[in-house]
Nanobody
Framework: QVQLVESGGGLVQAGGSLRLSCVVS????????MGWFRQAPGKEREFVAA????????YYGDSVKSRFTISRDNAKNTVYLQMNSLKPEDTAVYYC????????????????WGQGTQVTVSS
């Protein structure tokens, strides 16, 4: 049983920063590509960032490029999302996900999901 647990969300003012973490347990973390997605109320799930198992390939959604950074520490079974220059439109529930096959930007490709962590950016 693979479990993903996100943390690090909260309330922050516009222009501020947060770092999300996602700890994976249950199987060898290094075998998975990892992704971050978000969903705001009334909106569809949006791709945020993804990183391959080795960290050599990284993708970002257009709305977060140059502001967010995804990274991973395979020794700690953890993937991170550093979010800088936050905007009110970044407000959403953020989910991490694990893909057994390959790095992907489409949510349907992912095999396991966390419960999500709320990020709220005030103006």
């Amino acid at each position: 049983q693979v479990q993903l647990v996100e943390s690090g969300g909260g309330l922050v003012q516009a222009g501020g920063s947060l770092r999300l973490s996602c700890v994976v347990s249950g199987r060898t973390f290094g075998n998975y590509a990892m992704g971050w997605f978000r969903q705001a109320p009334g909106k569809e799930r949006e791709f945020v960032a993804a990183i391959s198992w080795s960290g050599s390939n990284i993708y970002y959604g257009d709305s977060v490029k140059s502001r967010f950074t995804i990274s991973r520490d395979n020794a700690k079974n953890t993937v991170y999302l550093q979010m800088n220059s936050l905007k009110p439109e970044d407000t959403a529930v953020y989910y991490c996900a694990a893909d057994e096959e390959t790095i992907a930007t489409v949510g349907a490709s992912y095999d396991y999901w966390g419960q999500g962590t709320q990020v709220t950016v005030s103006s």
